[in-house]
């Protein structure tokens, strides 16, 4: 069983910054392959990053060099670092995992980009 808990969304102007994080509990979630989607209104909910337990990262198209994810397994906690945020971030962005083929989602944290 695994727990995720997002954190750090708000309201930020066009080309501003935030950092989102996830908690992590359970058994072994500091080893799991965890990433990013988010889901704006009205639109499905899309994949934005991952990072596997070695660290390896990936990203969707329209974020990268803008987004940084990354992860501190002694805090079993991930982090998306958003820069140069533009009004199409705005979204509801989640945390997942995949564990013993079990897909695990935090309950999200809002994003809001606009002036």
């Known amino acids: 069983q695994v727990q995720l808990v997002e954190s750090g969304g708000g309201l930020v102007q066009p080309g501003g910054s935030l950092r989102l994080s996830c908690a992590a509990s359970?058994?072994?979630?500091?080893?799991?392959?965890m990433a990013w989607y988010r889901q704006a209104p009205g639109q499905q909910r899309e994949w934005v990053a991952t990072?596997?337990?070695?660290?390896?990262?990936n990203y969707q198209h329209s974020v990268k060099g803008r987004f940084t994810i990354s992860r501190d397994n002694a805090r079993n906690t991930v982090y998306l670092q958003m820069n140069n945020l533009k009004p199409e971030d705005t979204a509801v962005y989640y945390c997942?995992?995949?564990?013993?083929?079990?897909?695990?989602w935090g309950k999200g944290t809002l994003v809001t980009v606009s002036s």
């Open positions: 997942n995992t995949v564990s013993y083929g079990r897909s695990y």
């Open positions: 359970g058994s072994g979630s500091s080893s799991y392959t």
């Open positions: 990072i596997t337990s070695t660290d390896i990262t």
